[in-house]
């Protein structure tokens, strides 16, 4: 029995999987013709991820159209096959995430086992929806300087953001953590309106509209912030911040990491009398990937911590001297002796008001004073 309920949970993990990560996979489409224009169906389309060697086929149909849904984000080639015409390929085309790229091929009367290589550029313009976005790609990810080691700070890099808002109040006062730190308002939006997702799952604190999970930015392959005229799938939001994790390849590789701030290599904070505060942060950990099985199974892990010591100067009121020795005079309030609270009742005998005797002048007799609470003070 136990091979059943193997594959029942196998499918079950497909068929969730399929669901789940549409917001993260992108799409190659395109059209195919001849040299006289005519498009061409029933061609054969093979695309190839250059970092997995895993392929994917369709038929183009008969508008010689063709449209290959769910690839992940990568650099993938291309090949065309039709018997009577040249074979074609083109081996430069990147595939973003929540990105549809159009890739139209024009191919030539001959044999099939004759080859052509087609270069082509990127589109200016995305033709294929509406979508308004930017990608931070993972170039930008790694190498630009992050206090923080924060991905989210990057979102700036795309037009119509503002960062520079202070933290929100309740969710800063009820969950802290980096989290609340920074708003960010996108096109205009209030900071409250973003929908982040993580690989296609959703990755949104219910509460107050924060991300749940920040992973670490060697973990990530790009991010896209999106505008506006999004498609369905992504759901609630004005903006859009969606991440996407590296994958494993046929090739393996590796790295170990640590950032370290210290305030030996920092001035004095402003306004700051005597020692500086100390200050001591570490950010550790290590990425590796690779194959489990060539052209077939692969795998990614990571791995971060952060460990930091700082101290904090911060400014509080507390009681006065006199207050201290029971004397509430300059406080402008009548303080009442406890032990003479009365309550009075209705008719009913229900509880209607209290009323007591204020000390005099508001003093507090050092006997009546709690040995405890004098400790405490």
């Known amino acids: 029995m136990r091979y059943p309920r193997l594959l029942g949970l196998a499918t079950a993990i497909a068929a969730f999987a399929a669901v789940a990560f549409p917001q993260t996979f992108g799409e190659i489409t395109g059209t195919i013709s001849d040299s006289a224009g005519a498009v061409v169906a029933g061609a054969n389309i093979t695309v190839i991820n250059t970092a997995t060697s895993q392929t994917r086929q369709v038929t183009t149909n008969e508008t010689g159209n063709f449209t290959v849904p769910f690839v992940p984000p990568g650099l993938y080639q291309i ?13 430069d085309v990147r595939v973003q995430v929540a990105d549809s790229v159009r890739v139209n091929f024009t191919i030539e009367v001959g ?11 990127t589109p200016l313009l995305s033709t294929e929806n ?20 924060n991905y ?32 960010i308002s996108v096109a205009g939006s209030r900071n409250q309106f973003n929908h982040y997702t993580l690989d296609g799952l959703e990755n949104t604190d219910m ?13 990530l392959q790009e991010f896209k912030i999106e505008t506006g005229v999004y498609s369905a799938e992504l759901g609630r939001g004005a903006v859009q911040i969606n991440v996407a994790t590296k994958a494993g390849s046929n090739e393996f590789h590796g790295a170990v990491f640590e950032f370290l701030r210290n305030d030996a290599f920092d001035a004095k904070e402003f306004g700051q009398v005597g020692e500086k505060n100390p200050f001591l942060r570490n950010q550790f950990g290590f990425t590796l990937s690779g194959r489990v099985i060539r052209d077939k199974l692969f795998f990614m892990s990571n791995f971060e911590s952060m460990r930091e010591t700082k101290t904090l100067q911060g400014l509080s009121n507390v009681a006065p001297d006199r207050m201290r020795g029971g004397d509430f005079t300059a406080s402008g309030r009548t303080i ?34 709690n040995p405890v609470s004098q400790k405490m003070l």
């Open 79 to 91: 090949r065309v096959e039709k018997q009577g015409f040249k074979a074609a390929t083109r081996g």
């Open 111 to 121: 044999s099939v086992s004759e080859s052509i290589e087609v270069q082509g550029g």
């Open 130 to 149: 509406a979508t308004v976005g930017t990608v931070i790609d993972n170039r930008r990810i790694v190498e630009l300087p992050l206090n923080g080691r």
């Open 152 to 183: 989210l700070q990057m979102v700036a890099l795309s037009p119509n953001v503002s960062t520079e808002q202070g933290a929100g109040g309740e969710a800063a006062a009820r969950k802290g953590g980096t989290r609340t730190e920074k708003s």
């Open 207 to 219: 509460s107050y509209n924060l991300y749940a999970l920040q992973p670490s930015i060697d973990a």
């Open 336 to 369: 009442f002796d406890p032990a003479t609270r009365v309550f009075s009742t209705d008719a009913a005998g229900n509880p209607r008001a209290v009323s007591a005797t204020p000390f005099p002048n508001s003093v507090i007799p050092a006997s009546r004073f």
